[in-house]
């Protein structure tokens, strides 16, 4: 009796622990984001269920193959009936090839919809991703989805013709006032 009770309480924590350790992270990672004309994305992931308590970190991998830098913009967001309900988003994050941090994104929204933004600046050719990171709240099936937009960092010479130009169009309206007058 006390050999099948000791079998039993083996059996239960072997069962427990694996359970825990089945469930614990979960997503599909990396995926390699499909860049439209090298300058924007849609990426995301969907949880399936029965995953209550359980984490993830997807990543979502790009390359930039630029002479010029480039910013970085991106955005994700879930939405769920109530706060206790599919998934919350505890952060996003962009990396270079390297796994050197970039920079960390932020918040700006939480509960029931979840929104978070990471800004990059002047990124040279390299191989990058953007980490999301998460919880499952419900063991419902949950999902998020963002944007990502890649644009060349305007040289010096573009703000000089912009400044030349507002200066003629200054000019211009200075000398119609005067001749109005």
Sequence with gaps: MKKSLIAAIVLAGASFGSTAVQAQVIGESPQALDL??????????????????????DRFTFTIDSTVGINVDAIVGSVSRTPDVGLDITGLW?????????????????????VWRVAGGNLGSGDYYLRVNGTMVSNDAASFGGAVMLMPVPEPETYGMMLGGLGVLGYLARRRKAKQG
């Design 36 to 57: 439209v004309n090298d300058t924007a994305a849609f990426f995301g992931d969907t949880l399936g269920e029965g995953n209550s308590g359980s984490t993830f970190a």
């Design 94 to 114: 962009l990396f270079d090839g390297n796994d050197n941090l970039l920079s960390q994104g932020s918040a700006l929204q939480s509960g029931a919809a979840d």
